[in-house]
């Protein structure tokens, strides 16, 4: 089985969970990027748009003025280069910057015309679309982090993302094309993203390569609270990523996973060399 691609995460806002304002302006965005590249990533996803919980969305313009230059500048490398966003004006500018991956993380929901614009470009620019499990805008999403359905929270993401694909197959977007995320963290709590991995089988039954972003997220803090019960700070949890990106390349989910998204690539690609080693192939 091939290495999961790695996608490492270039934020260019002032407000994401992990190291935002860190990288917010153009050169810096840009130089975070080079270096993530030079660690060995596959893939830069760059976003102008915080997600996490509580966020407050930022004007259509401000997004474009945050990402377009940073993205142009990293394609001109010869970077392959994602955009991490919900709207379509965003997706259509980011693809002439030279974008080729486009990771909606509303798979669609937030803004249906994103689906066009891919439709519309997917073979001119050789565009892969990246679908998440989503159920509403960051202000309240954790509101909507209930799944009390047959299956719980695994057969709830499979039956949605399946509703997603068939929406993005309709608006005309190859199949083949498509990535599927679960979405973890997204409108779910601790244990629905735990369950989630241990039933990647299931989603893969979708028939679509999958992509998974828990690099940083709360449900590891959570798992790594003190004795207080206070959770483990953002920069204290990349040792408990990289386990998960092991796990996950060593098939511990029941299927493949096709890529990481990721903020510190070195180690992530490390824990890949050590998985292919292990298992007796060059994953480096």
Request: aromatic share 4%; with cysteine.
């Amino acid at each position: 089985m091939p290495r999961p691609l790695v996608m490492g995460v270039v934020n260019v806002t002032p407000d994401s969970f992990s190291d935002g304002g860190r990288y917010f302006d153009t050169e810096r965005a840009v130089v975070h990027g080079r270096g993530l590249r030079a660690e060995g990533a596959d893939i830069l996803d760059v976003g102008g748009e915080s997600t996490r919980p509580g966020a407050t969305r930022p004007l259509v313009t401000e997004e474009l003025d945050r990402v377009i230059p940073v993205i142009s500048a990293l394609a001109a490398d010869g970077v392959l280069v994602s955009v991490d966003t919900m709207r379509a004006e965003v997706a259509a500018a980011a693809v002439e910057a030279g974008a080729r991956v486009v990771n909606d993380v509303s798979g669609g929901l937030a803004d249906p015309a994103i689906l066009d614009v891919v439709a519309e470009r997917q073979s001119a620019y050789d565009l892969t679309y990246v679908a998440m499990h989503w159920r509403a805008h960051g202000d309240r999403m954790q509101q909507l982090a209930s799944y009390d359905g047959p299956g719980g929270v695994v057969a709830a993401v499979c039956a949605e993302l399946g509703e997603r694909l068939e929406a993005i197959r309709a608006a005309g977007v190859d199949e083949d094309r498509v990535v599927l995320d679960p979405g973890l963290g997204f409108a779910k709590l601790a244990h629905h993203n735990w369950e989630l991995m241990r039933n990647l089988d299931r989603l893969a039954r979708l028939g679509r390569p999958l992509l998974i972003g828990a690099s940083r997220k709360t449900f590891l803090g959570r798992l790594l609270e003190d004795e207080h019960g206070d959770p483990r700070p953002v920069d204290g949890r990349e040792a408990a990523g990289v386990a998960l990106t092991a796990l996950l390349a060593a098939g511990m989910g029941g299927a493949p996973v096709w890529g990481v998204r990721v903020h510190d690539v070195r180690a992530h690609l490390d824990a890949l060399r050590v998985v292919g080693q292990w298992e007796g192939e060059d994953h480096g």
